[in-house]
């Protein structure tokens, strides 16, 4: 089943469908999302229906795309006999689990505000990413009167319930690294950036709606969402992923968690020099390097700049697991994640968010055409020029 065969009549297909569809320079691209649909489009009395949701709709079916391949990079298989969830996955040692997929997609109605505000932007955002995940606890609940729910289903009970999210809601939903999911899940506010309470971050219980009601904020932190043994979220597996692993012609914009165990530096190691740098090497390719120094790390960011030719992502690279402290059927602790993914942990005793992400884990990535003026702006933006 070719995704990239029209389906439909012109005015129904998805923009980001057609541009792929039309563009040249994406022939190297469609082979790879292709790729990921293995065993998904063949899925008994679904393939034709996903089809048609992947070129009229786009966002929703990219995520389960990038998720089905994930699956299978995580060491997993996926039982495509079960119709719902979406996904009922077996890992290793037998271990099984079931993934429900949403993106907080943007209502065609919906104007984007003018001019850009951060805090609506956050807001916003949030209000989106609650929303599709209560949305998604109702149809496990049974809520509103659904005749199937989830728990209901033998191949869902006592197993880990997981819901997939990834943003789509604004045109810069994919630059809120984890900040947003964070207010959601565990009541953070983003850290300050500057002065004495640099990288401290506030509580957040609630937001309210333009209707004024209230959105419960850390929905991981008590045992609201108790049925939900964890998230995975990601702003990179995206169709953006598809780009760069096919290495067309394009520049790339990323940004890498750093942290350093002071114990492992040699004398002479420049990756570890505490302050900002900016570094150009041969070609296109720049690298702002960040460095705090801690008690025993050394913590910051690698920003590159650099030509899609030399950026290097695996497809997990971005992928963040969110565990809920309260959940009925918890997350198995010794789940064998792979090196990319990152990690996140509530405690409940001290509250604190606990981060187990590894040394050089993908935190964003953004794709741009590779013309002078882009690449001017993204190095103004960066103190480069």
């Not at 109702?138 to 319930?161: A, E, T, W």
């Not at 995206?238 to 692993?245: M, N, R, Y």
């Not at 971005?318 to 809920?324: A, E, M, R």
């Amino acid at each position: 089943m070719d995704l990239f065969i029209p389906q439909l009549s012109e005015k129904r297909l998805h923009p980001s469908f057609c541009i792929i569809c039309s563009d040249p320079a994406y022939a190297k691209v469609k082979p790879i999302i292709q790729n990921w649909g293995a065993g998904l489009l063949e899925r008994r009395g679904e393939g034709k229906k996903f089809l048609k949701e992947f070129q009229s709709t786009f966002n929703s079916s990219m995520w389960e795309l990038y998720l089905n391949r994930a699956f299978l990079d995580m060491g997993c298989v996926v039982d495509f006999d079960k119709p719902s969830p979406d996904f009922f996955v077996q890992g290793p040692g037998n271990y099984e689990f079931n993934v429900e997929a949403v993106v907080s997609d943007d209502p065609k109605q919906e104007k984007q505000e003018e001019p850009f505000n951060h805090a609506a932007f956050r807001k916003r955002g949030a209000l989106k990413l609650a929303g599709k995940i209560r949305d998604k606890l109702q149809i496990f609940r049974g809520s509103n009167g659904k005749k199937y729910p989830y728990s209901s289903m033998s191949h869902v009970r006592d197993r880990p319930f997981v819901i997939a999210i990834a943003p789509f809601d604004n045109e810069l939903s994919l630059t809120q690294n984890n900040e947003i999911i964070n207010m959601v899940l565990f009541g953070l506010t983003p850290p300050m950036l500057e002065g004495p309470e640099r990288g401290r971050q506030g509580k957040i219980r609630s937001i309210l709606k333009p209707s004024g009601a209230k959105v419960e904020m850390g929905i991981f932190t008590n045992d609201s969402h108790k049925e939900i043994s964890a998230v995975f979220f990601s702003t990179t597996g995206t169709f953006g992923k598809a780009v760069v692993e096919s290495q067309i012609d394009r520049i790339v914009r990323s940004t890498r968690y750093r942290v350093i165990e002071k114990s492992r530096i040699g004398p002479e190691s420049q990756e570890s020099s505490i302050g900002t740098e900016r570094i150009k090497s041969a070609g296109l390719d720049y690298l702002l390097r960040q460095r705090e120094e801690g008690a025993d790390q050394i913590g910051g960011a690698d920003i590159h700049i650099q030509h899609s030719s030399l950026h290097r992502e695996t497809h997990l690279d971005g992928l963040q697991v969110y565990f809920n402290p309260y959940a009925e059927v918890p997350f198995n602790k010794n789940f064998p994640w792979p090196t990319e993914v990152a990690l996140n942990y509530f405690d409940t005793e001290t509250a604190a968010h606990i981060q187990a992400h590894p040394d050089g884990a993908l935190v964003s990535r953004q794709i741009y055409a590779p013309d002078p003026a882009h690449l001017i702006s993204l190095l103004r933006n960066y103190g480069f020029v």
